[in-house]
């Protein structure tokens, strides 16, 4: 099943007519990437386009369901699932999720928000969160390892997003990141999370619990 | 004052100047004198010059474009910023020359109203494209977010602006029909009548915009409840309840991306074909110069081939004979390596072989096949001659392994 070949020669190109950024798009979001409207490196916003158009969604889809992958739609945003696959490997997930409430809660606690669209540098928010005893705690308490100063910690953590497509480094020289919109995943998950009301006897409570926000 | 310019030398000029106004246009309010002057495209007696013409402005040592060069090009490339009040603008000079038509019934009025019936068309067309553009690149690109909900604000305003023009001109086509009617003007009928069906469909996009205002609104709205709630996980989690007081787990066990199930990405093997083809020639030099694989990155078209090939063929025979060499020592056990070398009888066909070319074939035997050989860590010494001085080398004693070995195969073929 695995070793499939990713030209889009074959029997089903011959039928159906594939965007010619086919095998881009296959690339791109094989390697578990989110493919963003709002994104610019190797014509990312392009290819979001192709995949938009529903004639193109549909034969996409249906090409990449025989190798049993599933683009899945979000807002502004596509991510490639596999079908009839068990989600696997619990313990690391919660790890990296764990680590995604902490940063972007940092994100969320910073005087200018760090949301969809935001551009940003590094040194910028190193700064702030020198400059604020609460945020420098956060900062610091993020689970990284190689980084000593607050300002390599944060290029840590935009290195993070980047690898996993939430961020894009829009320019090199100057170092401004910008967030993409496969940042709204994040936010959905972080908004499907229920927190259950302290009623005395914690942790048992079912799904069903009242939830504050 | 700047120098009065006519059209024919103002496109000149900008012709003259294309990449630094083209420049100046996509870096708007941003360059510096220095900066500018830093270009190639430009010299200083060129920026003198479109300066004088007022083509070019500088303030506190930024330069900018003439703001009407800039307005035109805007307009022209339906970007920049929504601004409604032409509309209204010519819907009054329209009004205006109706008025004065229904007085004088002359046709130079009636040239102005359908002048201003066509601009009145187009312009709002124009609106709504830019307001469309700038609400999705405000929504996108706009960072700080209370500015974007401002901004996003705003346009709601315009857009209710444009509504209310679009209502006016309805009622001036309207209130004129029966004007309109006696002019008999074919002409006339036509654009009315394309503005009419032109008004219906503005007010749908209109419409349209709305509801991605107000999606985008909500979004951000969205956006900040989220941010409220990740703090309050943040504290859960901090409080170590995390796993016990929500249903984290639950929602990340159901998480789906590849990226996130350590899915790896599909691997394909290269087909041999490929390999024998010019790209894929140029791949295996890739590979080879990542891997430091020199003997694949020497590998290539062979070059012509040499007058004295034959005395070059005695050295490839001898190099041939290094594995057979390497076997008969391996296969011994008398000498250690370096002895055999020296002592070696080799066949007549390749030569003499000199003291010094054994010396080297040492090395690069104990370099290509170290790991057939047991390296004692001692000295062996050897005693020679050169020009009737005594002299003595100093060698690593090397045995052959003791261990059955396999035998290395590589280098069948120089």
Redesign the interface.
Known sequence: M?????NTGGNISTNVKLPKQTHDIFAI??????IS??GTKDGMNRLYDVINNPENFDNLQAYFNVIR?NI?RG?NFF????ID?A????E???E???KY??I??L???MD?????????RPSEIAEECNANVRLKQ?LQKIPLYRSETLSNKVREICDLMTR??FLEREDEESETYKVL?SYT?L?D????????E?TGN??T?P?GGII?? | MGLQLNVKELLTQLYYNRNVIEYLFGNRDSITVTELLSRDDITPEQYQKLISYEVLYEYQNIVSVNDSVIAMFEDFMEIGEVTPGFISDYLNELNRHIKYYSEGKENRFLRSIKKYLKRINTAITREIIKLQKNVDDT???????RI?LQKLDDYRTKRDTIIEFIRKAEDVIEETRLLFNITNDLELYSIVASLKSGLIENLDFLIEIQTDITDYIN??Q?????????????E??DRG???????????????????????K?????IPIDFLYTDDGYMLCGRVAEKYKITRLMARRMADKMAGNFKDVQIENSLRLDVSALVDKFLSQQKHNLFEFLVAYKFPKAVGTITFEERITLFVEIVLEYEKNFEFKYRLGYHDYEVNEIKKRLGYTIILPKKEPKKKETKKATA
């Open positions: 695995e070793n499939t070949n990713n979001m094989a390697r578990g990437h989110f409207s709002n992958y899945e807002n991510y490639f699932a596999k696959e989600n696997s490997l619990i690391k997930k919660l990296s999720f764990e409430i902490d972007i809660d994100f969320a606690s200018n928000k760090i949301t969809i669209g935001s551009r940003f956060k996993d497509s919109d995943y936010m998950i972080v908004n499907s999370i229920a927190i259950y302290d914690s942790g409570e799904a504050y926000n | 929504y996108k690109n706009e960072s700080n977010y974007k979004k951000i969205f956006q900040l409840d989220v941010y409220k709630k990740v703090q309050q996980l943040k859960v989690k309840e995390l796993h016990y007081r929500t249903n984290f787990r639950e929602v990340v066990q159901l998480i789906n991306p590849i990226g996130f199930n350590n899915h990405t599909p691997r394909t093997k």
